[in-house]
């Protein structure tokens, strides 16, 4: 026996605390009495134990062969166990509880044994723990089968009392012998109401009485009934539905002794069940009559397709597109894009808006559709549902609409002029580059926004009164009105509006287009201001003019006139030197009379009150009344006289004796600046379109190239001045101005030591047929439209050919400039139909101006002809290369220059009436 069993011999062992055993379900002092417990002490200062002789006995080792110890004691314990006993002593020890473990050990034979350790910690008299000391008990077979049984009834009870599911068993008579919570609450029945209940009188309603007893029978002879659903009623007489799980109770001899039942209420599942089904066939009926077209894929392949999906792909029925490839009645350039919103919507579980693609039919034509996709489960495995409906003719529709608004979009963006369009509320809906460019400001800027958004408080009260007078009195709107633009500049604009009108009849908006006249307006001013100035200079002059006329004559009129009596007196005869000095006074006279003529002349020519009168003239009649003037003095100066040759009636309209006077001057200039024994020639002869060239060709000196453009400038002699060559430097310029105002033009060619020649060129009046048919022809171009020329040419002789010869045409509207750049702003304002460009122009050149007028929108497309002294073929090669349509060279027949303008004309008309 074992030191701790015995009442003496050594030193006594003290006893355990009766304290200390407290509280166990079966109290150590109890378990000591009991033939299955061995006790056992653990010191905690030195870890050894004490091990009683049943304690030995129990784990089956001799008492001299283990020395007792908390380590010897797990060496024994089952590895799998040995943790988990380790962590219960150190618990104990700690005294954080009692001490109750079950676990296995291995015996001498290596067999497992199954024991129970018991123990709790003690206390020394300060408070410590001191040791701890327990029990050992055999876990026996029986005993192990009543704990389990034990346990099983505690869980069996637990799970009764706390599961979800109506927990209910029967008595073969079918009465209650267990009824759980949550049967309580399922059927409003206590435990106390329902035990020993026949199910019939409890919860089964007349109706299912025959159902529920034919689910017993089953039961009870053991041919099924475990599952069924039927009616049940509460307490409160409320029908349910519920699902019930039943199962026979078997006793030892095989037969049926109850029965064990699970119950829950499904009466929310059922009527969703019921209205989920409805829904179904609602919703199926709902599919197969849509008119939309509705399929379902999974896998890739059509599991599903309604009627109208059918009719759309042309197929024979549905069974025919079942298990057929989607990606096959997609069009090849959607296929890529469908199968990554197939994956997205897989992958993520999410649905896809609506987009347009194309599908193909079975006989493979396209038609536009609309899709919608969205994933669901079919089958189990992730499948997609589309709906589509044929868009083909809406997208056509579309297609005209867009083709038609795009359209008119560009051509009002081609328009110089801004436009936009407005709706009922003020907020512009539209409008074309023009009117961004107004506004300084772009189209997504504008459209969607009030004027009240775009203008000042001023400006948007302006227009909008003005909106509200349209839309209340309809019609066109036409003002003018001085915009204020964003970037603070002014222009004057002239706003010329509509109402535009719905299907219905009622007013949709206002349409607009603004025409700006600031520039118009600014040439107006000018012209206005130019025009006043020199009508006040050409009054101040005329005055003048007329003022010393006066006061020159008088005392002229005296001089001459006592010069013819001294020279004629013959009471008193004058010797040959008086006689001389007689003859420079009276010439000197006479001079300074006809140089107050000319200049008299010139002022009525400048101020329009020189009255010219037309009328048809014998060119060889005004030859030879020059010719008679100026022979004396011809035959003076030692120079030789040629007039023109007999060639016929030629006939000019002009006036007669401003037309002798204009040839007087010219062959007067030609005697008195040639050389001794020179000539001077006059003729005449008809060009061949319609004109007469009158010429007067001298042999003098010439004139330098550097000054031919002043040629023609009142009392400039070209630096003669201190030649002995009597002159007033205003005969040319008499000569220019007349020709002009008789419809005519002055040319010259002179170069130096080569002479000069001079040509009138007047319009020839043909016989009687000639003018009928030119009439006839007149009245043919009359009707096409009149076509703006602008001439752009420093030189105005030149200038007043041209002007000449395209004014014949009444087709014709001439307008002219010296200048290229006042040329690039009229051209900008007046936008011509043709420019005529000079190359060689002061200052900015004709190739300049070529490049400026391509850069502006207004004037870009209009076509620019060079008319050039530059011949070589280099300067025409040039001149094309920069983008003249054509490059005319001087000089230039009029029948070529008319012929080259209507053919630009008519190339350019062609693709604008196209």
């Given at each position: 026996m074992n030191a701790a069993d015995k009442g003496g011999g050594g030193k006594p062992k003290k006893k355990p605390d009766s304290s200390a055993i407290k509280g166990e379900d079966v109290s150590l002092s109890e378990t000591f009495s009991q033939p299955v417990s061995g006790g056992w002490e653990w010191n905690l200062h030195?870890?050894?134990?004490?091990?009683?002789?049943?304690?030995?006995?129990?784990?089956?080792?001799?008492?001299?062969?283990?020395?007792?110890?908390?380590?010897?004691?797990?060496?024994?314990?089952v590895p799998d166990d040995r943790d988990m006993v380790a962590k219960r002593m150190e618990k104990a020890r700690l005294k954080k509880g009692q001490?109750?473990?079950?676990?296995?050990?291995?015996?001498?034979?290596?067999?497992?044994?199954?024991?129970?350790?018991?123990?709790?910690?003690?206390?020394?008299?300060?408070?410590?723990?001191?040791?701890?000391?327990?029990?050992i008990q055999e876990m026996t077979s029986q005993m192990i089968a009543n704990e389990e049984v034990r346990k099983s009834e505690q869980r069996h009870s637990f799970h009764m009392q706390r599961m979800p599911l109506g927990s209910i068993e029967w008595d073969m008579d079918f009465n209650v012998v267990e009824w759980n919570p949550a049967a309580e609450r399922i059927f409003g029945f206590s435990k106390e109401e329902a035990m020993g209940k026949n199910a019939m009188e409890l919860i089964v309603p007349s109706s299912e009485t025959l159902h529920v007893d034919g689910i017993?029978?089953?039961?009870?002879?053991?041919?099924?009934?475990?599952?069924?659903?039927?009616?049940?009623?509460?307490?409160?007489?409320?029908?349910?539905?519920?699902?019930?799980?039943?199962?026979?109770?078997?006793?030892?001899?095989?037969?049926?002794?109850?029965?064990?039942?699970?119950?829950?209420?499904?009466?929310?599942?059922?009527?969703?069940?019921?209205?989920?089904?409805e829904s179904e066939e609602r919703y199926r009926l709902l599919v197969e009559l849509c008119?939309?077209?509705?399929?379902?894929?999974?896998?890739?392949?059509?599991?599903?397709?309604?009627?109208?999906?059918?009719?759309?792909?042309?197929?024979?029925?549905?069974?025919?597109?079942?298990?057929?490839?989607?990606?096959?009645?997609?069009?090849?350039?959607?296929?890529?894009?469908?199968?990554?919103?197939?994956?997205?919507?897989?992958?993520?579980?999410?649905?896809?808006?609506?987009?347009?693609?194309?599908?193909?039919?079975?006989?493979?034509?396209?038609?536009?559709?609309?899709?919608?996709?969205?994933?669901?489960?079919?089958?189990?495995?992730?499948?997609?549902?589309?709906?589509?409906?044929?868009?083909?003719?809406?997208?056509?529709?579309?297609?005209?609409l867009r083709k038609a608004n795009d359209f008119l979009q560009n051509l009002m963006d081609t328009m110089p002029n801004p436009v936009f369009y407005k709706n009922t509320k003020g907020i512009y809906t539209g409008c074309n580059t023009a009117f961004e460019k107004f506004m300084s400001r772009t189209r997504d800027q504008i459209v969607g926004r009030s004027v009240y958004e775009l203008n000042s408080r001023e400006v948007a009260d302006t227009y909008?009164?003005?909106?509200?007078?349209?839309?209340?009195?309809?019609?066109?709107?036409?003002?003018?009105?001085?915009?204020?633009?964003?970037?603070?500049?002014?222009?004057?604009?002239?706003?010329?509006?509509?109402?535009?009108?719905?299907?219905?009849?009622?007013?949709?908006?206002?349409?607009?287009?603004?025409?700006?006249?600031?520039?118009?307006?600014?040439?107006?001013?000018?012209?206005?201001?130019?025009?006043?100035?020199?009508?006040?200079?050409?009054?101040?002059?005329?005055?003048?003019?007329?003022?010393?006329?006066?006061?020159?004559?008088?005392?002229?009129?005296?001089?001459?006139?006592?010069?013819?009596?001294?020279?004629?007196?013959?009471?008193?005869?004058?010797?040959?030197?008086?006689?001389?000095?007689?003859?420079?006074?009276?010439?000197?006279?006479?001079?300074?009379?006809?140089?107050?003529?000319e200049i008299l002349d010139l002022s009525r020519i400048e101020s329009g009150k020189m009255e010219i009168t037309t009328e048809k003239v014998d060119c060889c009649e005004a030859a030879l009344s020059a010719l008679s003037t100026v022979s004396e003095m011809a035959s003076k100066a030692g120079i030789r006289l040629m007039g023109p040759e007999i060639m016929g009636e030629v006939f000019v309209?002009?006036?007669?004796?401003?037309?002798?006077?204009?040839?007087?001057?010219?062959?007067?200039?030609?005697?008195?600046?040639?050389?001794?024994?020179?000539?001077?020639?006059?003729?005449?002869?008809?060009?061949?379109?319609?004109?007469?060239?009158?010429?007067?060709?001298?042999?003098?000196?010439?004139?330098?190239?550097?000054?031919?453009k002043m040629l023609f400038e009142p009392?400039?002699?070209?630096?003669?001045?201190?030649?002995?060559?009597?002159?007033?430097?205003?005969?040319l310029t008499i000569v220019k101005k007349l020709v002009h105002m008789m419809q005519g033009v002055v040319e010259v060619d002179s170069s130096p030591g080569a002479g000069s020649r001079f040509h009138v060129i007047l319009p020839l009046v043909e016989d009687v047929a000639q003018p009928i048919k030119k009439a006839q022809e007149q009245t043919r171009v009359e009707k096409g439209p009149v076509s703006r020329i602008l001439i752009v040419e420093d030189n105005e002789d030149n200038l007043e050919l041209m002007k000449l010869l395209l004014e014949k045409h009444t087709t014709y509207e001439v307008i002219a400039s010296s200048q290229a750049p006042e040329a690039l702003e009229v051209a900008r304002v007046q936008q011509p139909s043709l420019i005529l460009m000079d190359i060689g122009l002061p200052g900015m050149d004709g190739y300049e101006a070529?490049?400026?007028?391509?850069?502006?929108?207004?004037?870009?497309?209009?076509?620019?002809?060079?008319?050039?002294?530059?011949?070589?073929?280099?300067?025409?090669?040039?001149?094309?290369?920069?983008?003249?349509?054509?490059?005319?060279?001087?000089?230039?027949?009029?029948?070529t220059f008319i012929k080259e303008i209507e053919e630009v004309l008519e190339n350019h008309r062609a693709p604008a009436e196209s």
């Open positions: 030195t870890d050894k134990m004490v091990w009683s002789n049943r304690f030995l006995d129990i784990i089956e080792r001799p008492s001299k062969k283990e020395k007792p110890t908390i380590k010897a004691l797990l060496d024994m314990v001490l109750r473990v079950e676990f296995r050990i291995l015996k001498e034979d290596g067999n497992v044994k199954r024991i129970r350790l018991r123990g709790e910690a003690l206390q020394d008299k300060d408070g410590k723990p001191e040791k701890v000391v327990g029990l017993w029978d089953s039961l009870v002879a053991k041919r099924g009934g475990e599952i069924s659903v039927n009616k049940n009623v509460t307490r409160e007489g409320r029908t349910i539905i519920c699902e019930w799980n039943n199962t026979p109770l078997i006793g030892l001899d095989g037969e049926v002794t109850g029965v064990a039942s699970l119950v829950q209420d499904v009466t929310e599942r059922e009527t969703a069940r019921v209205a989920l089904k008119p939309v077209a509705i399929a379902a894929h999974c896998d890739g392949r059509i599991v599903y397709v309604n009627p109208a999906c059918v009719s759309m792909f042309g197929s024979r029925d549905q069974s025919s597109l079942l298990g057929r490839p989607v990606l096959d009645f997609v069009a090849p350039e959607y296929r890529a894009m469908v199968e990554v919103r197939m994956r997205d919507m897989l992958a993520k579980g999410m649905r896809v808006p609506a987009t347009e693609q194309k599908f193909i039919r079975e006989d493979g034509s396209l038609v536009d559709v609309e899709v919608v996709a969205a994933p669901f489960t079919y089958n189990g495995k992730p499948s997609v549902m589309v709906v589509f409906s044929d868009i083909s003719h809406s997208k056509a529709a579309e297609r005209e909008h009164a003005m909106d509200e007078e349209l839309f209340k009195g309809g019609g066109v709107q036409i003002y003018e009105h001085r915009e204020k633009l964003n970037d603070g500049s002014h222009r004057n604009v002239i706003f010329n509006k509509a109402c535009f009108y719905e299907p219905d009849g009622a007013v949709g908006g206002i349409v607009g287009v603004i025409l700006d006249i600031t520039d118009r307006k600014k040439v107006e001013m000018e012209l206005r201001e130019a025009k006043e100035a020199a009508e006040r200079a050409s009054k101040a002059k005329t005055t003048f003019l007329s003022s010393i006329s006066h006061e020159v004559r008088t005392p002229l009129n005296s001089i001459i006139g006592f010069a013819n009596l001294l020279g004629s007196d013959s009471s008193s005869p004058l010797s040959h030197h008086q006689m001389d000095f007689v003859f420079r006074i009276q010439n000197s006279g006479e001079n300074l009379l006809e140089l107050f003529d309209q002009a006036d007669l004796s401003r037309l002798t006077q204009v040839l007087v001057n010219l062959l007067s200039n030609g005697i008195k600046y040639n050389k001794s024994g020179g000539k001077v020639t006059l003729s005449y002869r008809t060009t061949g379109d319609g004109l007469v060239r009158i010429t007067v060709e001298d042999t003098g000196p010439g004139v330098a190239p550097d000054k031919m009392f400039d002699r070209l630096g003669v001045e201190g030649l002995n060559v009597k002159g007033s430097g205003v005969g070529l490049r400026l007028l391509g850069g502006f929108k207004e004037t870009r497309n209009i076509p620019v002809m060079a008319v050039s002294a530059h011949t070589l073929p280099q300067d025409i090669k040039k001149g094309l290369a920069a983008g003249f349509v054509r490059y005319l060279t001087k000089p230039v027949t009029a029948k």
